[in-house]
């Protein structure tokens, strides 16, 4: 679903251009509203939430899938934790659809999707465990990685249940924002997978901008 913003990018109180293949990391409290921006078009941004609180709670795809009754994410989805509570809402989105099944990018996944050559290629994972021990700051180990939405990637399911990694649906200036339920980790990997057309084989920089939240 196409939902515009009603938030001025310049009134964020933060922005952060991330390049490809790095990684962004914050904390955004109850309220605070998160926009992901594509700056150049058919860009994957791989990213986990977290109880800021505790973050054994976390993002949970199945949990998201089945209250919602659908696979797709977009404006209108409320994102579920591992104990099936609202952690952030999906409140505009002028790309239409967001994968959240086809997983992100790792050693592992390259050599058996790919090739054997290709296991020592930079992946989401690797920017996540990066984060992860450049800012302990947040509490994070490396069993707390679990599932993730892939931002502006298509991964179109086939009728036999499999998964594809199709051109992508977004392009330049498309944008998602998403309103924390609770205070939340945000934990993003721009993605620099090369093996297949979700960054269209030439992974460019995403911006993020945070607002404070709307006084009650």
């Known amino acids: 679903m196409i939902r515009e913003s009603v938030l001025d990018l310049t009134a964020a109180k933060t922005r952060d251009i991330v390049n490809a293949g790095d990684y962004f990391i914050r904390r955004i409290g109850a ?28 993002y949970s795809a199945s949990d998201t899938v ?4 659908a696979l797709y994410l977009t404006a209108g989805s409320k994102l579920k934790t591992n104990l099936n509570r609202d952690i952030l809402e999906i409140v505009a989105d002028t790309c239409g659809r967001h994968d959240t099944v086809g997983g992100a990018c790792s050693s592992e996944s390259n050599t058996v999707r790919y090739d054997l050559e290709k296991r020592f290629m930079h992946s989401c994972r690797d920017s996540w465990m990066l984060a992860i021990v450049e800012h302990e700051e947040f509490g994070l180990a490396k069993e707390d990685i679990g599932h993730n939405i892939n931002f502006f990637m298509n991964v179109p399911v086939t009728p036999s249940g499999g998964l594809e990694f199709a051109d992508g649906v977004s392009a ?13 980790i945000v934990l993003i990997s721009n993605c620099p997978q090369l093996n297949n057309p979700c960054n269209a084989y030439n992974p460019t920089p995403i911006e993020v901008a945070i607002w404070s939240a709307a006084p009650v």
């Open 66 to 69: 089945r209250e919602q009754g």
């Open 172 to 184: 330049s200036g498309k944008y998602v924002e998403l309103t924390a339920r609770m205070d939340a």
């Open 31 to 58: 309220g605070e509203t998160i926009r992901i921006i594509d700056l150049e078009g058919n860009q994957a941004a791989d990213t986990l939430f977290f109880n800021a609180a505790d973050p054994s709670e976390r």
